[in-house]
Every structure is written in C-alpha cells, then in structure tokens.
C-alpha cells in the first residue's frame, strides 16, 4: 500500500486519540492490555516468558542455533509510554527474530501506574542478563517513538550504572524531547496524520510523573552523548518529532557520536513498522545495518584477530 493512501486512514482512526485533553486521558485510565506474541510468531520461532523485577521481557529468537556471539537487540515499544505492545510490534520483531537476531523485549511499566524512574531499574537486569551472554558488541538497542526515546535515555545512563554500551543504537521516529516546545514542531504537526501535541502532553506529564520535562531521563535530547555508540535515526517529513530529531542529529554529531540520518520524503511517524514501500525499504536497511555490525563484532571476538 503507498504511503499516501494509509495517511486518511491514520488521520481518521489515529489523530482523534490525541488530539483532545479528554480522549488522552481516557487512553491514559484505559487497561493496559499487551498484545502476547502471536500464535503465527510462536509457531515459526522460539518464544520464551520471564520476568524481571516484577514486569515481562520476552525473548524471541530463531529456532536454529547461530554461532557465537548470538547477536541480540534489546527492543523497547512505542505507545507514548501509555499504551502497550501492538501486533505491529510483534510483525516487526518477527523480522528480526527471521534474520537471526535474537530479541529481548522488555515490557516496561506504563504510565500513570508506572514511570520513567521504575524502568531503569527494570532495563538495568535485563541488560545484565544479556551482557552475561555476549558482548556489549553484539547487542543493538532498538525502540520506535517512545520506546525510541527510552532506548537513548537508558544508553546515556549507562556510563552511571558502570556498564558498557551497546554496539548500535536503532531508533524509529524517537520521541525524544516530551517538552515539545520547539516552534517548528507547529508546521510539521498540522501534516501529520497521527500525532498531536494536545494529548501527548497529558502523556508526558504522566511518564515525568512530577520530574521536569526537560530532565535528560524524560528527554534524552537534553542528556549527554558522549560515549555513545553509532546511531541510526529513522523519520519521516510527515511525523512530529521530526524537527526535533534533526536537533537530536545534531546534537549527537557534536558530541561525537556517529550517526545515520535516514528520511523518508512524506514519511509518517514509526513508518518503518508499517506495510508501506517507504517501511520495508527502511527495515531492510535496519538488517543490513545489523548484518555489518554483527560481521565487525564477530571479527573482533575471533581468535585470529585478537593474536594479530
């Protein structure tokens, strides 16, 4: 399906959710519900239910052994930190579990039961129990919207919790300042199709949960980059936080950190999940990315290159 016959559709069915105060706190008192693995991903993968500090982590993974080092993504879901993991979350995992990658996905606590202070704790283990079975080398953190957001605020904590970063962080139209007060935000909004700030604020409110919106933890655009490893951002021109991921490019190239800006013309927001030419184009290149970083990691990890 084309890009622009999907945007009536969003428009019609998505933008209502947070264009107005009233039906955002609706979705913010809604039951959280979280979509399991499908039974198709079950049937075709290895699925595997733990949990960790009191909330879910999944592991989806191929279901023939890979060599060592396994190669792990760490993927965290967006649903502006109210609303739990979709179908098309699972489809886009299910790729990855398809190329050979086994995925972590942690269900963190949703907003307003939960926060952004409950999910360090929570990503911390997670991430321990990976590093205990490869090397930070092999391991891409991944997220789209808010869980973009979560990805990078948790990487920038990790020099503080002394642990390494990952070997790649992939984020998918990140939400990454939840002040959302930049004035080019206005033009970009007025074409999207699915946001709008009216109700995202309520959402913010509630995952800062009385901290300020622009502390790093709640807005990683405000937090430190350095140390942090190469990055691949992926928007559209047609997805709100698009101005302030062009800021986020910016702001990561000044502090070293090498980043892959990756923009689809008309894009609307987390299209790479979606079944749209722009989508698959965008995960295919989410592989080959993953695919080079997987073949560099395994380099290093051979004996051979460690005696030369």
Not at 16 to 30: D, F, I, S
């Amino acid at each position: 399906m084309p890009m622009r016959l999907l945007v009536p559709y969003l428009r019609l069915t998505r933008k209502p959710l947070t264009a107005t105060v009233r039906r955002a706190r609706q979705r913010l008192a809604a039951d959280k519900h979280p979509a399991p693995p499908p039974r198709r991903l079950r049937g075709r993968y290895g699925v595997q239910e733990r949990t960790v500090n009191g909330f879910t982590c999944w592991s989806v993974f191929p279901r023939t052994p890979r060599p060592s080092p396994a190669p792990v993504v760490m993927y965290l879901h967006g649903g502006a930190y109210t609303s739990p993991i979709t179908g098309w979350h699972w489809r886009f995992i299910a790729r990855l579990a398809a190329a050979g990658y086994r995925v972590e996905v942690p269900l963190y606590g949703l907003a307003p039961k939960f926060n952004h202070r409950d999910a360090t704790p929570f990503l911390t283990a997670v991430y321990r129990k990976i590093l205990s079975e490869c090397p930070p080398g092999a391991v891409a953190f991944m997220g789209d919207s808010s869980g973009g957001g979560l990805a990078l605020a948790f990487a920038q904590q990790l020099a503080g919790l002394s642990l390494p970063p990952p070997g790649r962080l992939v984020l998918l139209s990140p939400w990454v300042d939840l002040a959302m007060q930049n004035p080019e935000l206005a033009e970009v909004e007025a074409r999207d199709p699915w946001l709008s700030r009216t109700g995202l604020r309520v959402s913010a409110e509630a995952w800062a949960a009385g901290d300020p919106l622009n502390d790093p933890r709640v807005s990683p655009l405000n937090g430190s980059f350095s140390g942090l490893p190469a990055t691949e951002l992926f928007s559209g021109t047609s997805d709100l936080p698009y101005p302030d991921i062009l800021r986020l490019e910016k702001a990561m190239l000044a502090g070293g950190c090498r980043v892959n800006l990756h923009i689809a013309e008309g894009g609307v927001h987390v299209y790479p999940l979606l079944p749209v030419p722009e989508g698959r184009a965008a995960r295919n290149r989410i592989l080959a990315v993953l695919g080079r970083a997987r073949r560099t990691c395994l380099r290093s990890e051979s004996p051979d290159e460690e005696h030369r």
